[in-house]
């Protein structure tokens, strides 16, 4: 128990998501907590993690849990641990809403895209049909999120393209797209930012700079492509061939990477194969499930085209393997299940209330202590 890695995880302290203050001691190495001395308050060492008040072993939860994220049918991972249903089904559901925390802490920070490509497809619910919607950076094959809907449409992608906006810095982007409408309304609306006059009133909304919007459009003759249209419909095609270069070395307009990424959700998320019985029962469910798998894909997945040449002495030449989080900047290694499932995301900062007068000198010791 190292209490100078850990923070508080009481949203009413002030002290609660900083590291290395000395406001942590530990509480009991017997029971494994720790106590703050900021407000008094003990916790475990779990907390914040998916193993908070579990009673199978980590190491089986751990193994649980690496077989859902890689597509083992529940059915299975019960007959094999002899565990009831309800207990994998509730592992599955806290390490999806687990995933989804680190992922907004963690990928969903402004960096330079390059490119970005999106796409949906179609899962089995019960009773229904589900679109999902997924984004991808090109050049790191980092998973960017998804969004769930009952109908495709504008519902479906604005909130995506939200996401992509979150993790993007003002830079040059090109958005490589299928002929859905709705992805140029919704870039378009989205990527935008006030242009303040000093005047009273909305202020005008103006799109970001070098923003291009690229349309691979396919025609199909009995389920089999028989033409191939791409067009830019916003930006210039001198841009736009500079940063598909930049950002896949050679190549056209192309929508390749985020199919590509499609056919590993519907390897591993059985909701999502086009011709197979199973479905989804809840919404819910998928929506757990799609964050547990892009977060592990994210994380803990090597892939053969990030990898890069190491030379030896001798002209021998080994190969680095990374992750998409390695490839962003995310990491600088490769985490494992376990690792990922013991990340605690820290609560937000404690921020000074805004009161009229000026501020007492006890206050003023609180905002130098823990808001610098």
Avoid at 155 to 168: F, G, M, N, Y
Avoid at 206 to 212: A, M, S, V
Avoid at 296 to 313: A, D, E, G, M
């Amino acid at each position: 128990m190292d209490p100078q890695t850990v923070f508080c995880p009481n949203s009413a302290c002030h002290a609660r998501g900083h590291i290395g203050k000395g406001n942590i001691r530990v509480h009991s190495r017997k029971e494994q907590r720790y106590i703050c001395d900021e407000c008094g308050k003990t916790f475990a060492v779990t907390k914040g993690t998916i193993f908070y008040r579990r009673r199978l072993p980590q190491d089986v939860i751990v193994k649980i849990i690496t077989l859902l994220a890689f597509g083992c049918p529940r059915q299975a991972i019960v007959a094999a641990f002899e565990v009831d249903e309800r207990t994998v089904k509730s592992l599955e559901k806290g390490a999806g809403k687990h995933c989804q925390q680190v992922h907004e802490h963690l990928v969903e920070q402004p960096r330079d895209l390059g490119q970005v490509q999106a796409d949906e497809i179609y899962a089995k619910v019960q009773g229904a049909v589900l679109w999902l919607a997924m984004a991808i950076q090109v050049q790191t094959r980092l998973w960017l999120g998804g969004e769930l809907s009952v109908s495709r449409s504008g519902s479906l992608i604005t909130p995506l393209i939200q996401r992509v906006r979150r993790c993007a810095l003002c830079r040059p982007l090109l958005f490589c797209v299928d002929g859905y409408k709705a992805y140029v309304g919704a870039i378009r609306r989205v990527f935008r930012e006030p242009i303040r006059t000093g005047r009273p009133g909305r202020p005008r909304l103006r799109l970001w700079d070098g923003i291009h919007i690229a349309q691979v459009v396919k025609k199909y003759v009995r389920r089999r492509v028989v033409d191939v249209t791409r067009r830019v419909v916003q930006g210039s095609p001198a841009p736009v061939e500079r940063l598909i270069e930049q950002t896949q070395g050679s190549g056209v307009i192309n929508t390749a990477y985020i199919e590509r990424l499609h056919a590993t959700f519907r390897s591993r998320i059985t909701a999502l194969v086009r011709r197979g019985r199973a479905l989804a029962r809840q919404v819910g469910t998928l929506h757990e499930v799609m964050y547990l798998v892009g977060t592990v894909y994210n994380f803990c997945t090597q892939h053969k085209s990030l990898r890069v040449p190491l030379y030896l002495p001798g002209g021998r030449r080994r190969w680095l393997h990374r992750t998409p989080a390695i490839a962003a900047g995310i990491t600088d290694h490769r985490w494992t299940v376990k690792e990922l499932l013991l990340f605690r995301v820290p609560p937000p900062r404690w921020t000074p209330p805004k009161r009229r007068g000026r501020p007492s000198n006890a206050m003023k010791e609180l905002v130098a202590q823990w808001c610098t």
